[in-house]
Structures are given as structure tokens and as C-alpha cells.
């Protein structure tokens, strides 16, 4: 490949990760951004910068740039699924069926469970201009109608992680650092994502025992499926919950996940793993709880606007082990524009995280804005570069 690609440094990547995740402070901070939805968005419309023009995924952009690796989204379909890609969902004694059909230059996603107490359906739109992908209709849309087809959906399914594809990913990503694999997600994060946040709360209310049957059996799906991963050799596993207080307030993860973040953490060390948690949004409430189950870190920490804690502050909120990974926001790719105002940003950021360096890894909070401009990533890049030393 031509143009920006840099040799490796010293210590490589893969060596910086590892230094954070064993606490121990790296020579320079590590810098593993997610250009997900943003590398995806700009090849299918034909936008990628010249510098890019022959990158074909964004393991090869983050290579092109001479960045590190510390990803769960470097093997996902971006157009197909928000996380994940290494596990399959069985379901036993249940037909399942998935169909895609275009509506324009979107992509329709539907998918049907023929369970023995009924059929439910859950339908997917990836949109083309946005180059995201949005839920149209829940798999459970009314849970007064459904809720015996999905209980019998959700005893019958397991998952399956899928070794040799994770082994390949790792070989391919190599000494660029590493994949962090995000097949998880809480039995708090199972009702949201199947029933909506609005109707997870009435069932909460309508149907406690039942709702924490459900969830029961969730967890120890997932559980399962933690044993796995941590069996597998991977370095780091993380729950996709978005584990914003508005959405999972402090009584709700103590009742409904607290012991599933506790399990896989505690599995996750058992195997020489880490255990993280995707958390945009406000985190203030949560940390300290959090803290205490043996959860090694967040990936993505919002800070003002988008979330309500500095990252400093979470640093201190959550003890002396906790790692955290973030810094840039989808608002800063967005609004900074020039050279200066970017390093004046980073700038600023290390000489604040500097005393937690051996626990940070500098991020993209969620993602990096689609309108972002490559001047701009280019920027970051060279911010790190040259301030980056520690």
C-alpha cells in the first residue's frame, strides 16, 4: 500500500496495549481510535481522502495512519449488526430465518423466530446517508401477546464462539495491538435490545418474575459464552451495554446485572482476560458500583457534553485499577477543524491524564462523526505522535 503507512514503534503496539492492561505505565499513551462507521460510510459513497483511496476495511486505514490497535468493531459488519460477529446464536427446536431486500439504497433486515408458542419478528434498517442501523420493529412489540414465544425463545438460545475466526482476526491485526472481542451484552441490555428501553420498564413492572426469569436465563447463556471467549486466549471481552445512567440507573444494574459484570469478570481473570463495558452517556452514578465487581474497565467514557464526568474524574471516582478508554468524541472530529485547535485539545487532555496514563487509552468516546474531515484525523494523528511520550 502506498502513502502514510509507518513502520511499527517501539515498544510495538500490541506491547503498549498490553501495558495498559496490566496497569503498567507504556512509553508513549496509546492511541486506538474507532473509525468504524466512519471508514465504512466514506468508501461506500466514494468519499475516502486519496491517502485511503486503496484501504478496503479499517484495520488498513488504522495501519495507514501508524496507529494502535485496541478494537471490538475491527471484524463487524457495519452493515448488519451494531456488535459482534465472532459468536452464533443457537437456538434449539426453533426455526430461524433472516432476509435482506434493498429499499433504495438502504438495506432491509428481517428476521422471524418460529417458536412453539408463536412467531416473532424483529425488522432492521441500515441507513444509506447515515451509514447506520436502526431498529423499525422490536422483536417484541407487545409483550402482552408475545411474551410466551419469547420466553420460549430465549430458553432455547445459546451461543457459539467461533475460535478459528477470532484466531484469524488476532493474526490479521498481528503486532498492531488487539481485538478486544464484544459478543456480551447483560440481561438488563437483552430487554432493551429486544423490546425497546420504554417497554423493558412496564415488563419490569407489569411482570417481575417473569422478567427475572428471563433474565436469569440470559445470564447464564452469556456466562457460557464468557467461558468460551476467555478459553479462546483473548486478551480482552466486553458487554456492548452502553451503560448510560439514563437507560441502566444504579439500582437497576445492582438488581438486574451486577452479577452477570461480576461473573464474567471473574471468568475473564480466570483465563488471563480483562473484562470491560461499552458506556457513552452519563457514568458518574454508576462508577463506583461498577468499580466494586471486579470490571476491569469502560470503553468509550463520555465527558461534558455528552456524558457528566471528566475522565480524570472517572479515573478517581472508580479506585486505582480501573481503565478507561476515551477522550476524543464524536463533537471534537466534528468542530475542530485546524492544527492548532487540535493539538491545543490533546494538549490539554494529556497534561490532565498524564498521572493515570498507565489506565488510559486515548478513544473515540463512541465513534468518530461521519462528517468529520480527514485533515482532522490527520491532526489527531500527529498530536499523539508528538506529544504523546510519557
Known amino acids: 500500500m502506498k502513502g502514510m503507512m509507518s513502520a511499527i514503534p517501539d515498544p510495538s503496539p500490541r506491547q503498549a496495549v498490553f501495558d495498559v492492561l496490566n496497569r503498567r505505565r507504556p512509553a508513549r499513551v496509546v492511541y486506538a481510535p474507532n473509525y ?24 488498513e486505514m488504522i495501519d495507514r495512519l501508524g496507529l494502535d490497535v485496541f478494537s471490538r468493531n475491527i471484524y463487524c459488519d457495519q452493515r448488519r449488526c451494531w456488535f459482534g460477529g465472532l459468536s452464533r446464536a443457537l437456538c434449539e427446536g426453533i426455526d430461524a430465518e433472516e432476509t435482506e431486500s434493498p429499499d433504495g439504497d438502504d438495506l432491509i433486515i428481517q428476521r422471524a423466530y418460529h417458536t412453539p408458542k408463536g412467531t416473532l419478528t424483529e425488522r432492521q434498517r441500515h441507513c444509506h446517508n447515515q451509514s447506520t442501523l436502526v431498529t423499525e420493529e422490536f422483536l417484541v412489540d407487545d409483550y402482552s401477546k408475545h411474551l410466551d414465544a419469547y420466553e420460549a425463545l430465549v430458553h432455547a438460545r445459546r451461543w457459539q464462539f467461533e475460535v478459528e475466526r477470532f484466531q484469524a482476526e488476532q493474526a490479521r491485526v498481528g503486532e498492531r495491538g488487539v481485538v478486544m472481542v464484544g459478543e456480551l451484552y447483560s440481561p438488563l441490555k437483552m430487554l432493551h435490545l429486544d423490546l425497546g428501553p420504554e417497554a423493558t420498564t412496564y415488563l419490569l413492572m407489569d411482570h417481575p418474575r417473569r422478567a427475572a426469569e428471563l433474565m436469569r436465563v440470559h445470564e447464564e447463556a452469556q456466562v ?16 456492548m451495554d452502553n451503560l448510560d445512567t439514563a437507560f441502566h440507573p444504579p439500582h437497576y444494574v445492582e438488581r438486574y446485572s451486577a452479577s452477570f459484570y461480576e461473573r464474567a469478570s471473574r471468568i475473564a481473570h480466570q483465563h488471563g482476560s480483562t473484562f470491560f463495558i461499552h458506556a457513552c452517556g452519563q457514568q458518574r452514578a454508576n462508577l463506583p458500583l461498577i468499580a466494586t465487581l471486579g470490571v476491569d474497565g469502560l470503553e468509550g467514557v463520555a465527558y461534558p457534553p455528552l456524558g457528566d464526568v471528566e475522565l480524570e474524574e472517572a479515573m478517581e471516582l472508580s479506585g486505582d485499577r480501573f481503565i478507561v478508554t476515551g477522550g476524543i ?25 498524564r498521572p493515570h496514563a498507565q489506565r488510559f487509552i486515548l478513544a473515540a468516546s463512541c465513534n468518530t462523526a461521519i ?14 505522535r508528538e506529544l504523546g511520550s510519557l
Not at 457460557?224 to 458487554?239: K, V, Y
Not at 462528517?371 to 499523539?384: G, I, K, N, Y
Open 329 to 353: 468524541s464524536a463533537i471534537e472530529t466534528d468542530r475542530l477543524r485546524s492544527r492548532d485547535e487540535v493539538f491545543a485539545y490533546v494538549e490539554n487532555l494529556f497534561d490532565r491524564l
Open 371 to 384: 462528517s468529520a474531515r480527514w485533515s482532522t484525523l490527520v491532526h489527531f494523528r500527529d498530536a499523539w
Open 36 to 59: 468504524w462507521q466512519w471508514f465504512a460510510h466514506h468508501r461506500r459513497h466514494g468519499t475516502l481522502p486519496e491517502e485511503l483511496a486503496d484501504c478496503t476495511d479499517q484495520l
Open 224 to 239: 457460557d459464552l464468557a467461558h468460551q471467549i476467555g478459553a479462546a486466549g483473548t486478551d480482552a471481552m466486553i458487554a
